[in-house]
Every structure is written in C-alpha cells, then in structure tokens.
C-alpha cells in the first residue's frame, strides 16, 4: 500500500495549486483519503476527507468554501484543489487512509495507517 502525494509549490497568496494523492497497490475507491497538513512547529491538523460508499465531503473549517476534495476512482487518485491560498496554508500536506475508516474521527491523524511522503505548499509574496 502506498500513497504519493504531489503538486505543491510556491504560489503567492490568492493563489492556487491542486495537490494529487495516487494510491498503488490498492484500489483507493474502497478507501477513504483524507488530506493533513503541518506547519513548521505545528501540530499535524486535518484538512479535508472523502468517504468512499457515499462520496460524502469532510472540511476543517480553517478551508471550507476555499479547498475543494474530489476522487477519480479511473485513475485511483485524489485531488484537493486549493483557491484563494493565505499564508497561513503554509505547510507540508499529507494524503492518508485508514483500514477501518470512520466518519466521527476522520480529523483524528491516530486513526490513519498509510500516509503519503508529503508535498511542501508555500504562500508567499
């Protein structure tokens, strides 16, 4: 099981980037991904989840109405595209699944058993 995620870069801040998380050796439709970040001296923080069985959308509330989560079961990838990035988006992002997802803990970091390399997103001018 593995996940790489990519697409990070510099952008200035309004900006925007869509990070991808590919999953080899796994169908990822049976899986739920979820996107963490962490900020230097930060703790690891939930972004944004998709469940499998209903498509169902999970935001912290620092990015909802800015990230958007989707999935393309065809190419076993997730995206978050990001929109109107601050500064404060900063951070490395992390794509991440678990074995036994559920919903009422899917911003719990504990609960996820793979998680990708990460990709470095930096906003600034």
């Known amino acids: 099981v593995q996940l790489q995620a990519s697409g990070g870069g510099l952008v200035q801040p309004g900006g925007s980037l869509r990070l991808s998380c590919a999953a080899s050796g796994f169908a990822l439709d049976f899986y739920a991904i979820a996107w963490f970040r962490q900020a230097p001296g930060k703790e690891r923080e939930a972004v944004s989840c998709?469940?499998?069985?209903?498509?169902?959308?999970f935001y912290a509330d620092s990015v909802k109405s800015r990230f958007t989560i989707s999935r393309d079961n065809a190419k076993n990838s997730v995206y978050l595209q990001m929109n109107r990035l601050e500064p404060e988006d900063t951070a490395v992002y992390y794509c991440?699944?678990?074995?036994?997802?559920?919903?009422?803990?899917?911003?719990?970091?504990?609960?996820?058993?793979?998680w990708g390399q990460g990709t470095l997103v930096t906003v600034s001018s």
């Open positions: 998709i469940s499998t069985s209903d498509g169902r959308t």
């Open positions: 991440a699944t678990a074995l036994n997802w559920n919903r009422s803990r899917w911003y719990d970091p504990n609960f996820y058993d793979y």
